[in-house]
Nanobody
């Protein structure tokens, strides 16, 4: 089972960019679907983007055209490039890894977008 750690969060002005990373332990990273979710204060956790082991991406409508998900299986790392950030993107961002019935979450990284 993989373990995940996110990094790259921080404070950015509206219109700015951040790149989040999701580093995974273990040797079977390429067999997992990697996803990014976010949770704003007082709201439920919501889907942001996901990418299959072969690199096929999927995005929430709210981030299409602004966010790009990618992965480097040789580095056991997933990425979320976030451009044109908006204050409503402020949240704790979590990555997860899914394979069969297994779902693993990272501890999350805070992203704050100021107006």
């Amino acid at each position: 089972q993989v373990q995940l750690v996110e990094s790259g969060g921080g404070l950015v002005q509206a219109g700015g960019s951040l790149r989040l990373s999701c580093a995974a332990s273990g040797s079977t990273f390429s067999t997992y679907v990697i996803g990014w979710y976010r949770q704003a204060p007082g709201k439920q956790r919501e889907f942001v983007a996901a990418i299959s082991g072969g690199g096929t991406p999927n995005y929430a409508d709210s981030v299409k055209g602004r966010f790009t998900i990618s992965r480097d299986n040789s580095k056991n790392t997933g990425y979320l490039q976030m451009n044109s950030l908006k204050p409503e993107d402020t949240a704790v961002y979590y990555c997860n890894a899914v394979r069969d019935s297994m779902r693993v979450w990272g501890p999350g990284t805070q992203v704050t977008v100021s107006s």
